[in-house]
Nanobody
């Protein structure tokens, strides 16, 4: 079992930056694929970014490419999501997710076994 805790959300103005963190415990962190998803009110949970902790490959949704950066620190068992040039449409609850297998669609919520409780990000115009 893996326990995951997000932090770093908040209320910011458009154009600002935030960094989300997710600490994972309970399983070899380096073997996980870690992802960030977000869910706006009344909408489905959607993929934002993912990183293969073993190897470091990263993947992004088109809507955040060039603005968001996902990174991991295996020693700290932490994955980060650096969010720059935030827009009001980025407002959502952001969830950290972990998958124990390297095989599968990293952009699908069904690929992930473990989820955090979410952290709210609100971007005002």
């Amino acid at each position: 079992q893996v326990h995951m805790v997000e932090s770093g959300g908040g209320l910011v103005q458009a154009g600002a930056s935030l960094r989300l963190s997710c600490v994972a415990s309970g399983r070899t962190f380096s073997s996980l694929t870690m992802g960030w998803f977000r869910q706006a009110p009344g909408k489905e949970r959607t993929f934002v970014a993912a990183i293969r902790n073993s190897g470091g490959s990263t993947y992004y949704a088109d809507s955040v490419k060039g603005r968001f950066t996902i990174s991991g620190d295996n020693a700290k068992r932490t994955v980060y999501l650096q969010m720059n040039s935030l827009k009001p449409e980025d407002t959502a609850v952001y969830y950290c997710a972990g998958a124990g297998s390297i095989f599968g669609d990293y952009s699908s919520i069904n690929y992930y076994n473990y989820w955090g409780q979410g952290t709210q990000v609100t971007v005002s115009s």
